[in-house]
């Protein structure tokens, strides 16, 4: 199915160019996943918990419905990194999940957290800063 809104809005008196996307089609009759994009400065512990483990619980929370906890299980990531948004880059990791616990939609938008072990409340509080710091001083 297509699943770009608006095609014929988006299509009207535009310019296209060589190489230019046009839709996004879908086939919705294989297995749904995730696609998580996550920065390469934050992707260490989670590369490493699905190294030792292969069985990485995911939580996720979809934005339109905030107050809902769905389940998932990381099924693989990506290789290698490719450049994000904001001239970074970032991993693609893809999330198995059971798509009869909630509505399917396509482009949702969800907040995602990865069990990968535990670590000190200093760590996890000071870590940000401290990535923060030595990326802007180059410590």
Known sequence: IVVTDNVKELL???PVKLG????QIADVSGPWHLKVEVPDREAGHIRSAYAENKDVTV????????????LGRISRIAESVRPGANQESVWIIYVDFDPSQFPLRFGASVA????CGNRSTFYVWLRPLWENLRRRFWI
């Open 12 to 14: 009207d008196h535009r």
């Open 20 to 23: 230019d996307a046009l839709l």
């Open 59 to 70: 939580r996720f929370r979809l934005a339109s419905e905030p107050d809902k906890e769905y």
């Open 112 to 115: 995602v957290q990865f069990e």
